[in-house]
Structure formats: C-alpha cells, structure tokens
C-alpha cells in the first residue's frame, strides 16, 4: 500500500468507528469469557451483527460528511492474515497444553497453562490485529492498543488475579473498555467537527 493510501485510510479512521467497534466486540467477547465461556464460539455472530449496524452508521453519519472512499483490493486484503494467525495461535495454545501435560503431568501442566500460557498467548492472539492494522496502513494507535492488550495478559498471569478462561475475560475487558470510550469521545468530536449542515458536496 503506497503512502497516498495510507493516508486516505488514516482520515477514513478518524471518525473513532474502528475503536468502537473493536471495543464493543472485545467486551462482549470477555463478558462471555467470564459468565459462559461455553459459548465463546457464539460470538462470531456478533461480528456478522456489527458488520451492518456499523455499515448503517456510516451511510446515515459518516458518508454525508466525507464522502465515500474505497480502497484499491480492500475487500481481499482484510482480515486474510488476521484469520491465518488465530488459527496458528489456537494451535500454539493446544500443543503447549499437551507438551506441558505429558512432561508436568495432568494437574501440574493444566495449572501452569491456565495460569500462564492461556492469558499470555490469548493476549498476543488479540493483538496481532490492531498491529496488522498498524503496520498496513500506519495508524499509529493501532501500535499502542496493540501493545496494550499483552500488556493485560502478562499482568494478569503474573498477579494471579485469576486463571482459566475467566483471565480472557479479563483481559478482553481490560483492553476493549478504553477502546470503546476512546472510540466514542472519536465519534462525538468527529459530529462536533464535522456537522451535517456545513456538508456543501455530499457524494452521493
């Protein structure tokens, strides 16, 4: 992506929908984590639900303002390597379990990986996007947030505050709060800045 396009997305993400819509997703996943982890595989419908909603919100609010802008190959390109590296790390997740089992043995290894390994590497997994984010298109917050959410995950695996599952939630909550404010102090001071009536050349 040459330097034009970088730009262009930066502007697009002014509007504090990208932080929103992380933070939304990230709390509702750690809520899951701590009540019904259970149903943790669920929670890929909310991103089928906010997919639309968030589309509505930009056609009502955004476009009016800006103008529509579409990346060259933008629908190809999202999300490719995010998937690709979830599906490595879940891997990582499950070898690690088995290697500390079979050398710590049944207690002593599911302990140590709820303990450490769960928190940590499910941390680094969450963060891949933000920096795949960052790295493609140069959005600096997208560094901070992504070296914000291991952050979490080392915190919680050194306190011990809690282990298993419930340390996701933690640490899903702990990251996508600030995101969902910051992406709605964002949005409030893009409608301030931006009001409908000043729009001249709206592209329809």
């Given at each position: 992506?040459n330097?034009?396009?970088?730009r262009?997305?930066?502007?697009?993400?002014?509007?504090?929908?990208?932080?929103?819509?992380v933070?939304?997703?990230?709390?509702?996943l750690?809520?899951?984590?701590i009540?019904?982890?259970r149903?943790v595989?669920f929670?890929?419908?909310f991103m089928?639900?906010l997919k639309?909603l968030?589309?509505k919100?930009?056609?009502?609010?955004i476009y009016?303002?800006t103008?529509?802008?579409?990346?060259?190959?933008?629908?190809?390109?999202?999300?490719k390597?995010?998937?690709?590296?979830?599906v490595?790390?879940?891997?990582?997740?499950?070898?690690?379990?088995?290697?500390?089992?079979?050398?710590?043995?049944?207690?002593a290894?599911?302990?140590?990986?709820?303990?450490?390994?769960?928190?940590?590497?499910?941390s680094?997994?969450?963060?891949?996007?933000?920096?795949w984010?960052?790295?493609?298109?140069g959005?600096?917050?997208a560094?901070l947030?992504?070296?914000?959410?291991?952050?979490?995950?080392?915190?919680?695996?050194?306190?011990?505050?809690?282990?298993?599952?419930?340390?996701?939630?933690?640490v899903?909550?702990a990251?996508?709060?600030p995101?969902?404010?910051?992406?709605?102090?964002?949005?409030?001071s893009f409608?301030?800045?931006?009001?409908?009536?000043?729009?001249?050349?709206?592209i329809?």
């Amino acid at each position: 992506m040459n330097q034009l396009e970088k730009r262009v997305y930066q502007s697009v993400c002014r509007d504090g929908l990208l932080e929103m819509t992380v933070g939304t997703y990230m709390v509702l996943l750690g809520t899951i984590f701590i009540f019904q982890p259970r149903l943790v595989a669920f929670s890929v419908f909310f991103m089928f639900l906010l997919k639309p909603l968030v589309q509505k919100v930009k056609n009502s609010c955004i476009y009016p303002r800006t103008g529509y802008v579409k990346l060259k190959n933008e629908d190809e390109t999202v999300g490719k390597g995010i998937a690709i590296t979830a599906v490595i790390f879940i891997l990582v997740l499950a070898g690690s379990l088995i290697a500390l089992i079979l050398s710590l043995g049944t207690v002593a290894g599911r302990q140590i990986w709820f303990r450490w390994f769960l928190p940590i590497l499910s941390s680094i997994m969450f963060a891949f996007g933000p920096f795949w984010v960052g790295t493609t298109y140069g959005l600096k917050r997208a560094y901070l947030f992504a070296a914000f959410v291991p952050l979490c995950g080392i915190t919680v695996a050194v306190t011990g505050i809690t282990t298993g599952y419930t340390s996701i939630g933690i640490v899903c909550l702990a990251a996508g709060t600030p995101a969902l404010i910051s992406g709605v102090i964002m949005f409030n001071s893009f409608l301030r800045r931006y009001p409908l009536e000043d729009v001249s050349n709206v592209i329809e």
